[in-house]
C-alpha cells in the first residue's frame, strides 16, 4: 500500500522559531492534508491542498502541495506554546472511489517558552 | 457537543474480555472509520464504511470487529481482548459528497488498556 514518510519525527524549537517539516509518498497524491493532535484530543485538520504546486496559508501556517505530487511541506512561523502537539500529513490511499487516508507517522513538536 | 462523539473516553479491561467501543456523529457524513494510533506508529486504519451496508477491512483488521448500525453510529468490537490492543482509538467520519475531497473529522478519542 502507499506510505507516507513524514520527517522530522520530533522537534524541539525555542518560541519564536520558525518550524518546517514534510512529508514525501511513494506514489503521486491527488490530495494532501495537514492535521494537528493536541494531547488528549483527536486530530484536527489544519490545512487542504488539491492541486499540485498549491501554496496555502491559515494564520501562521503555511502548507504546499509539491509538484511533483509526491510531497508537502508545512511551515510554521513564529512558534508558541500553544503549537505544541503531534503534526500529521495525510492522503487519500488510493485511486477510484475508496477514498481512505493514510497518514504519516507524525512529527512531535515540542516549543520551549 | 462534539460532532464526532466516543464512548468510553478511558477503559481498562482485562485480557480475554469482550469490548465493544462506540461512535457516533451528527455531522451527516456517510463514511466512518476507526483508527488505531501507537507511539511512534502514527494513525493505522482498521475498519472503514462508506455508508450502512459497506464494511471493508482496513490495514490492521485482525482481532478487531465492526457494525454500522445507523449512518449515525460505528462501533469497534475486541471480541477477546489482548495486551498489545492497548491504544488510543479514534472514530473518523468524511462526506462523500465532497468527492476527492475527502478531509475526515475525528473524535476525541478512547484510551484502551488490556491488563
Known amino acids: 500500500g502507499q506510505q507516507l514518510n513524514q520527517s522530522p519525527q520530533s522537534m524541539f524549537i525555542q518560541e519564536g522559531e520558525d518550524v518546517s517539516m514534510n512529508c514525501t509518498s511513494s506514489s503521486i497524491f491527488n490530495t494532501w492534508l495537514w492535521y494537528k493532535q493536541d494531547p488528549g484530543e483527536g486530530p484536527v485538520l489544519l490545512i487542504a491542498l488539491y492541486k499540485a504546486g498549491e501554496l496555502t496559508s491559515n494564520g501562521r501556517l503555511t502548507a504546499q502541495f509539491g509538484i511533483t505530487r509526491k510531497d508537502s511541506f508545512l511551515n510554521i512561523s513564529a512558534s508558541i506554546p500553544s503549537d505544541v502537539g503531534i503534526y500529521f500529513c495525510a492522503g487519500p490511499s488510493s485511486g477510484g472511489s475508496n477514498y481512505k487516508l493514510t497518514f504519516g507517522k507524525g512529527t512531535l513538536l515540542t516549543v520551549n517558552p | 457537543d462534539a460532532d464526532v462523539t466516543q464512548t468510553p473516553r478511558n477503559r481498562i479491561t482485562k485480557t480475554g474480555k469482550r469490548i465493544m467501543l462506540e461512535c457516533s456523529q451528527t455531522?451527516?457524513?456517510?463514511?466512518m472509520y476507526w483508527y488505531r494510533q501507537d507511539p511512534g506508529l502514527g494513525l493505522r486504519l482498521i475498519y472503514y464504511s462508506f455508508d450502512v451496508k459497506d464494511i471493508n477491512k482496513g490495514e490492521i483488521s485482525d482481532g478487531y470487529s465492526v457494525s454500522r448500525q445507523a449512518q449515525a453510529k460505528f462501533s469497534l468490537s475486541l471480541e477477546s481482548a489482548i495486551p498489545n490492543q492497548t491504544a488510543l482509538y479514534f472514530c473518523a467520519t468524511s462526506d462523500s459528497g465532497r468527492g476527492v475531497n475527502t478531509e475526515a473529522f475525528f473524535g476525541q478519542g478512547t484510551r484502551l488498556t488490556v491488563v
Open positions: 455531522k451527516g457524513h456517510d463514511r
